[in-house]
């Protein structure tokens, strides 16, 4: 390998790395198509697929899905987009108030409560407000669940059980920014790490020799 194609291949390398850390980390890599979520607050999901809602105020956004038995939420910070871990989060609809329990094996927040969730399976249009407390930080988010009498009907056959021990259920993984960064850092390092184990082969020449 000569010398410009060992630096073509470690530019290409590290342009790969790069690229790979920006879309993880870049702003907007929040919904499961990796939007920033700047879409209205009230969402009709297409015929057939689970009801869905995102929501937004100054300082939290969030993604819903009624599915499985449950209301799951993933809340991010809007200006940061970094996940919202053990908040303490409620939901309000229809005069019922349920509780969000945090999720850590996944990242979410899911309303279990059966009352909620009957109420919320319904076909019709279901105006939510949802309390987020996160340490000093408190904020009202409000949507409109939109519910169509085939997604009520897949609600109401769709076994009541949720797997917390994996986020592919979600389509969405939540990765913290530190996590991130370390794996932009992992990608770069494995490149120079090869580069090194190269010019110590026995008969490889330096830099300033012509070819290996």
Known sequence: MTRIS??????SATLAATVSLGALAGPGAHGPNGEH???PTATAAPGGSRPRIEAKSEQFELVATLAGGEFSMLID???TNEPVLNA?????????????PFHDDIGDYAVADEAMLKLLS?????AIVITVI??????????????????????AEAPHAHDHAGADDHGHEHTSGSQKLWIGMGLIAVV????????RRPGNKT???GQA
């Open 88 to 100: 303490q989060v409620e939901v309000e609809s229809g005069g019922l108030k349920a509780k969000a």
């Open 6 to 11: 060992l630096l073509r291949a470690l530019a």
């Open 207 to 209: 830099w300033n020799g």
């Open 122 to 126: 319904k076909p019709g249009e279901h």
């Open 77 to 79: 910070r809007f200006a």
């Open 192 to 199: 120079l790490i090869a580069v090194a184990a190269w010019r």
């Open 37 to 39: 979520l700047d879409a």
């Open 134 to 155: 996160h340490g000093n930080e408190s904020d009202l988010l409000d949507a409109t669940l939109k519910v169509t009498a085939e997604q009520a009907q897949a609600a």
